[in-house]
């Protein structure tokens, strides 16, 4: 059974910073891309960030770009974002995901 369990969301201050886990089981973490998405109330669900399976190559979202930053720890079967400045546009719940699986999903609420 694969599961994904993210953790580190909550509400934060604009300019502050929040740190995004998500440890996942199940499968063979080392031999799969790791992605992050978000989706804002009445908005799709975006792409923010992707992983290669062993960390080499990384993508981000124009929007995320400078200010968030995606890693992973493959002997810890976890993989991270870390997101500073962060902005009230980037309220959203963060769903980890490898294909074709989705963790249950974190809410970051960017407020003062």
């Known amino acids: 059974q694969v599961q994904l369990v993210e953790s580190g969301g909550g509400l934060v201050q604009p300019g502050g910073s929040l740190s995004l886990s998500c440890v996942v089981s199940?499968?063979?973490?080392?031999?799969?891309?790791m992605s992050w998405y978000r989706q804002a109330p009445g908005k799709e669900r975006e792409l923010v960030a992707s992983?290669?399976?062993?960390?080499?190559?990384?993508t981000y979202a124009d929007s995320v770009k400078g200010r968030f930053t995606i890693s992973r720890h493959n002997t810890k079967n976890t993989v991270y974002l870390q997101m500073n400045s962060l902005r009230p546009e980037d309220t959203a719940v963060y769903y980890c995901r490898v294909r074709p699986y989705w963790g249950q999903g974190t809410q970051v609420t960017v407020s003062s």
């Open positions: 992983i290669s399976n062993i960390g080499g190559s990384t």
């Open positions: 199940g499968v063979t973490f080392s031999t799969y891309v």
